[in-house]
């Protein structure tokens, strides 16, 4: 079973960065593209970036030239490096495996990590 472990939130000012990280276990990790999702009170998971098993990256228009994610096979881990931080980034991150929307309810999250940005 695929246990993801997400760390790196905390509260910043605007302006501010942030770098998360989050371990994956299991044997799928070098086989899938994985993604950063956010989710503030309300709404459901939104995707903010993601990576395939080859390095492309894709990003939600509002995080595109303020945020990197990354990868690193050899431990299991991705990141999301986040610059220029603003108010409405604020929410709980969680980084799992891209799937089309309309799977996303099969996917299990962990704990994910508090980003709240102060103005």
């Known amino acids: 079973q695929v246990q993801l472990v997400e760390s790196g939130g905390g509260l910043v000012q605007t302006g501010g960065s942030l770098r998360l990280s989050c371990e994956v276990s299991?044997?799928?990790?070098?086989?899938?593209?994985m993604g950063w999702y956010r989710q503030t009170p309300g709404k459901q998971h939104e995707l903010v970036a993601g990576i395939t098993t080859s390095g492309r990256t894709n990003y939600a228009d509002f995080v595109k030239g303020r945020f990197t994610i990354s990868r690193d096979s050899s431990k299991n881990t991705v990141y999301l490096q986040m610059f220029s931080l603003k108010p409405e980034d604020t929410g709980a991150y969680y980084c799992?495996?891209?799937?089309?929307?309309?799977?996303?309810?099969?996917?299990?999250w962990g704990q994910g990590t508090q980003v709240t940005v102060s103005s």
């Open positions: 299991g044997s799928f990790f070098s086989l899938s593209a």
């Open positions: 799992n495996f891209v799937v089309p929307t309309t799977s996303m309810s099969r996917l299990t």
